[in-house]
């Protein structure tokens, strides 16, 4: 074998788990000039990953097609090229010598998969001792046994968000020198932004301006480029209890924003807030759709639930239902409102439905809800988006802390990653609702439990 060059010296290699694959499938594009190694039991798990709906499913379908489309004919056990001059290399590493023997695991039993792919990183280390050789996991466990063995490893941060802390919020509390300002704003309904700012706002952004004792609501409206005093109203029977709620209620019943993030802790009102916009809002839109992830247990599909496709998907529909139901017993049967809901649901104008079912559509004059889009990966939160045709408005929802997926976290979720990327955009707007309003039993729950 020809020794590594400095350069190749210089070449760190990445051995990749079956947990980032599964998260991005682009993966081998995101290394630049290192290396790759994937170890043959990472395969092996892809193969059993593969068939399937799921986007973890897809995932192991893509990836195995773009490793066989640079591998061609190519031994796999070597080092193949990736993207030409200057770019890494990819191959296939065993966790053994070929006799049957794994690196040293320290004890660890060998016949475990996770263990297998430490030996493999292990081995690659001890063939490679003039490179550095890190294993790359989105599972937090796997890494800390690679540290404990000596081996360096690291989360997968090519589709994450550096600083949590500071993701946007998409409103502020402002005092004003001179309380005139406010009273203005309540006189004239607007404000030039220069006359509270020294840099103009981002786009559809919410300021509470308070200032002697006097406050009002307002959001900056990027086409006019001026402050717009808000005020709270009702939608569908449901009127917001806070400034959150009202700045939420004005994105989303605002035509000139398709798309609307809303984020918070259970019982802030988000779903209930989109559901009651998009009711006021159901003569512009030809249906409104409710949709929500469905998070299945390990690997295994909503399909070995008992009964037919209705009665799987039933329970994890549940909570879009209490919304409904929440709405509609804000009046009277013999109300019309009571009845156009009805209505809608029977003639399927309104659908509560899991997100799989929509893949593959394209979507005009729809009003389109996704619910716990905490759980999905940024590549699942494009493909919903670019599916979105004229006249049609998204609305995702969730809590970006309350993670359900073991391949995500609050940094690398598709809902923080798109409202990192499109804060300031003309076309968007979030909020961030952090004042609970279920009841004041659940509020001293939440604050002292």
């Not at 594009?29 to 290192?34: L, M, Q, R």
Request: aromatic share 8%.
């Amino acid at each position: 074998m020809t020794p590594p060059s400095p350069a190749q010296d210089r070449r760190k290699i990445f051995v990749l788990d079956t947990s980032v694959i599964l998260f991005d499938h682009q993966v081998l594009d995101s290394f630049e000039e290192h290396d790759i190694a994937i170890p043959l039991t990472v395969l092996e798990e892809l193969d059993r990953f593969k068939k399937g709906g799921g986007v973890l499913q897809r995932n192991a379908r893509e990836f195995i097609r773009r490793l066989d489309g640079y591998s061609g004919d190519k031994i796999l056990r070597e080092w193949i090229p990736l993207n030409g001059d200057g770019s890494g290399r990819v191959k296939v590493v065993m966790s053994s010598n070929g006799h049957g023997a794994a690196a040293d695991l320290q004890g660890l039993p060998a016949s475990e998969n996770d263990h297998r792919i430490l030996a493999a990183a292990l081995r690659l280390r001890n063939e490679e001792e003039r490179r550095s050789v890190i294993l790359v996991s989105k599972d937090i466990n796997l890494r800390l046994k690679a540290r404990a063995l000596e081996l360096p490893a690291e989360d997968y941060k090519h589709i994450q968000i550096q600083d949590l802390e500071n993701l946007y919020r998409g409103k502020s509390l402002v005092e004003v020198d001179d309380s005139e300002v406010v009273d203005r704003l309540h006189r004239e309904g607007f404000l030039a932004w220069e006359e509270v700012f020294d840099e103009e706002p981002k786009a559809n952004h919410f300021f509470i301006l308070t200032g002697d004792g006097r406050s009002g609501l307002a959001w900056y409206d990027p086409r006019d480029r001026v402050l717009q005093r808000l005020v709270k109203e009702s939608a569908y029977g449901i009127s917001p209890r806070n400034a959150e709620q009202t700045f939420a209620l004005q994105s989303i019943l605002d035509p000139n924003i398709p798309l609307v993030t809303l984020t918070g802790a259970a019982g802030t009102g988000k779903t209930l807030i989109a559901l009651a916009g998009a009711l006021a809002r159901r003569r512009d839109f030809r249906r409104i759709y409710l949709a929500r992830p469905i998070v299945p247990l390990s690997n295994r599909d909503i399909g070995y639930l008992p009964g037919d496709a209705q009665s799987k998907i039933h329970p994890y529909m549940l909570p879009l239902w209490d919304n409904l139901a929440f709405i509609k017993s804000q009046f009277d049967p013999s109300d019309k409102e009571y009845r156009h809901l009805e209505e809608m649901v029977e003639r399927e104008k309104l659908q509560v439905i899991p997100l799989a079912y929509i893949r593959g559509r394209s979507f005009s004059r729809v009003m389109f809800i996704v619910d716990e889009a905490q759980n999905l990966t940024p590549h699942e939160i494009k493909t919903i988006i670019t599916r979105a045709g004229e006249g049609t408005k998204i609305v995702l929802t969730g809590d970006v802390f309350q993670i359900d997926t073991p391949y995500l976290d609050a940094q690398s979720n598709g809902l923080s990653f798109l409202i990192d990327r499109l804060k300031g955009q003309a076309l968007y707007a979030h909020v961030n609702l952090e004042k609970g309003e279920r009841s004041v039993l659940a509020n001293l729950a939440s604050s002292l439990l």
